[in-house]
């Protein structure tokens, strides 16, 4: 089980001991999107959604999933979260929305879980609020983009087109 850091040498699942890390500047940024109609996407942008401000809805529901995060993954440390940045940008190319959610600690362990989640949990309140004039939306390419920070330093996923 070699560089799996969350199981212990019998196998067993366990939480990461981060108590002799040093704490340091962290910061984590990931992306997703919800593909819709572009007549949905007219509905959004527009705000005649029925439940009112799709965006403003789905970034604050995004804030409050990745201050949620330990509690939704089990092995995720409960972190001194600084700051949660969610921008969704509507792009008729998809057409859709694209969600980036960047997240900053300064802490013991990295911030990659809160970034994934605040997108994740933004993408489908934005499917939640629409979902009545069209089921059949699709969230896609959640990933991680950016990561800094830490004993293993920074990543950067290689820039896919029209990302």
Do not use: N, W
């Not at 070699?2 to 981060?18: N, S």
């Not at 509690?71 to 940008?89: E, G, Y």
């Not at 980036?100 to 013991?108: F, L, M, P, S, Y």
């Amino acid at each position: 089980m070699t560089g799996l850091t969350h199981f212990d040498t019998e196998g067993h699942a366990h939480m990461v001991d981060v108590s002799d890390k040093p704490v340091t500047a962290r910061v984590a940024v990931a992306r997703g999107s919800v593909v819709m109609t572009a007549e949905t996407l007219a509905l959004i942008t527009s705000g005649q959604a029925k439940k009112g401000d799709v965006l403003g809805v789905a970034r604050l529901a995004g804030i409050m999933g990745a201050k949620k995060t330990s509690d939704l993954i089990p092995l995720c440390h409960p972190l001194p979260i600084t700051k949660v940045a969610l921008d969704l940008v509507p792009d008729p190319s998809l057409p859709g929305i694209v969600v980036e959610a960047t997240v900053k600690t300064g802490g013991q362990t990295g911030v990659e879980m809160e970034a994934l989640t605040a997108v994740s949990v933004a993408c489908l309140t934005v499917y939640d609020m629409v979902k009545a004039v069209e089921k059949s939306m699709r969230i896609e390419g959640i990933r991680l983009v950016l990561k800094d920070g830490g004993k293993s330093g920074r990543y950067e996923a290689a820039v896919e087109p029209g990302q």
